[in-house]
């Protein structure tokens, strides 16, 4: 397997823009997670799926957050309308059962 | 809510060992993991623990008390190439939450 592959590894939006991230979890992982890096927040967990439903939300900053889990082996994180507030490196992580989860190379997002 | 709490900063040299210690707080634990994280990269799965006691993976080793809601990970022998950070996380009711993260500098 290929390993949890996240695109685009760089985006550069303008302010306003609608931002979509995108994963595709290891296959037969069934849980996958959504985290928000930088420096003075760490990494936080977004929103998490298991079986591809939504269990956890409560990490989405605000409604401009949504995800969306459409099937095992896709994941859509969207920001719409983006804001410079955004701008951070977005993981997607996956895993199989309650031990090593897989993390994707991550997005990074600047909001210009 | 959850909390982790571990040391922002830890300098050691080359050959020693060092300790990062993690103190938790959350319901519903089901184990703790730790990650290392080297700039630039993305987190890598390093060890966990569901149980109290030690586990040893080579260099690196990982404790758990879950009566003190306590972990540790130790780095034996350390090398450069261990410069980086290191998370520790708890699993949680299917969650998986991250600590802020301790940034290790290995000096010469």
């Known amino acids: 397997d290929a390993g949890v592959i996240q695109s685009p590894r760089h985006e550069v939006t303008e302010m306003g823009q609608e931002v979509t991230l995108r994963c595709k979890p290891i296959s037969g992982h069934n849980s996958l997670f959504w985290y928000r890096q930088t420096m003075m927040r760490g990494l936080e967990l977004l929103i998490y799926?298991?079986?591809?439903?939504?269990?956890?939300d409560s990490g989405m900053p605000e409604d401009r957050f949504s995800a969306k889990m459409p099937n095992a082996s896709f994941s859509t994180l969207k920001i719409q309308p983006s804001e410079p507030r955004d701008s951070a490196v977005y993981f997607c992580a996956s895993l199989a059962v309650n031990t090593e989860a897989f993390f994707g190379q991550g997005t990074r997002l600047t909001v210009v | 809510g959850q909390s982790l709490e571990q040391p922002s900063e830890v300098t050691a040299v080359e050959g020693a060992i060092v300790q990062i210690n993690c103190t938790y707080q959350t319901s519903g634990f089901y184990g703790l993991s730790w990650y290392q994280q080297h700039d630039g990269g993305a987190p890598t799965f390093l060890s966990y623990?569901?149980?109290?006691g030690l586990e040893e993976t080579g260099r690196f080793s990982s404790f758990l008390s879950r009566s003190d809601s306590y972990g540790y990970l130790l780095l034996q022998e350390l090398q450069m190439k261990d410069s980086a950070s290191y998370f520790c996380a708890v699993s949680n009711t299917g969650k998986l939450i991250f600590g802020q993260g301790t940034t290790l500098q290995v000096k010469p």
């Open positions: 799926f298991n079986n591809n439903v939504p269990i956890d």
């Open positions: 623990n569901a149980l109290d």
